[in-house]
């Protein structure tokens, strides 16, 4: 999968109890409209909807990008999604994230979302 978007806060780097090294990051990726019916909101101004992607990376090349970029920085990531399991306190719970082969930095103003 491709996707573009800013990025929602700095890479963190951790060590996995295994000794991998990983980075994650987050991208805020415009919606596109949906052309179904919406509630109408008649009061405060208009909002653009958004979607904040999880994005890992596992290689070093991608870490190292990943850790060089800015928050608000637009980006692409190319990869593949993945659904994680955890254990967690409500038991066992998962969720998506997008696991990096590329990443690199864009320059420009416009996004869009793929």
Do not use: H, N
Not at 34 to 45: E, F, K, L, M, N
Not at 69 to 74: A, F, H, Q
Not at 94 to 100: C, D, I, L, P, W
Not at 108 to 113: N, T
Request: charged share 30%; glycine share 12%; net charge positive.
């Amino acid at each position: 999968m491709l996707l573009s978007g800013r990025l929602g806060a700095e890479a963190e780097e951790r060590e996995l109890p295994s000794g991998d090294r990983i980075a994650t990051l987050r991208v805020v990726v415009p919606r596109e409209q949906s052309t179904g019916r919406r509630r109408a909101v008649t009061d405060g101004p208009k909002r653009a909807t958004v979607d904040t992607i999880d994005v890992v990376c596992w290689t070093a090349a991608t870490r190292r990008t990943a850790l060089r970029l800015r928050s608000g920085e637009l980006v692409e990531v190319e990869g593949a999604l993945r659904r994680r399991f955890f254990g967690g306190p409500a038991g066992r719970q998962s969720r998506y994230e997008v696991e990096a082969a590329a990443l690199r930095k864009l320059s420009g103003g416009g996004v869009a979302g793929t």
